[in-house]
Nanobody, 129 residues
Framework: RVQLVESGGGSVQAGGSMILSCVVS????????MGWFRQGPGGGREGVAA????????YYADYVKGRFTISQNDAKNTVYLRMSSLKPEDTGMYYC??????????????????????WGQGTQVTVSS
């Protein structure tokens, strides 16, 4: 059974930094999209960043590019999201996902969920002004 467990959320002031972690267990595929999505108040879930575990390619939504960094550990079972220069509009519930889909479309990062995407329970990030 695949499990995703996120940690690292909390409250921070605008301009601050935060690191989210997601431990994935029970997943066997060698090259899979692992990503972070977020859902703001009253909004839908949107893809923030993703990577493919074997090739190491990374993808970012335009609104986080240059501020957020996605990475993984050597065992490829933990994915991190390092967030800096946080803004109030970054506030939301952040979800880790495995078996997402990511690409560049017209030079812009595109991170999408798929019908088979698996999700963590989410961790709240609140950025105050």
């Amino acid at each position: 059974r695949v499990q995703l467990v996120e940690s690292g959320g909390g409250s921070v002031q605008a301009g601050g930094s935060m690191i989210l972690s997601c431990v994935v267990s029970g997943w066997a595929d060698s090259d899979v999209c692992m990503g972070w999505f977020r859902q703001g108040p009253g909004g839908g879930r949107e893809g923030v960043a993703a990577l493919y575990t074997a090739r190491g390619d990374t993808y970012y939504a335009d609104y986080v590019k240059g501020r957020f960094t996605i990475s993984q550990n050597d065992a490829k079972n933990t994915v991190y999201l390092r967030m800096s220069s946080l803004k109030p509009e970054d506030t939301g519930m952040y979800y880790c996902a495995v078996d997402c889909a990511a690409s560049y479309v017209g030079g812009r990062g595109d991170v999408e969920a798929a019908p088979h995407t698996l999700w963590g329970q989410g961790t709240q990030v609140t950025v105050s002004s």
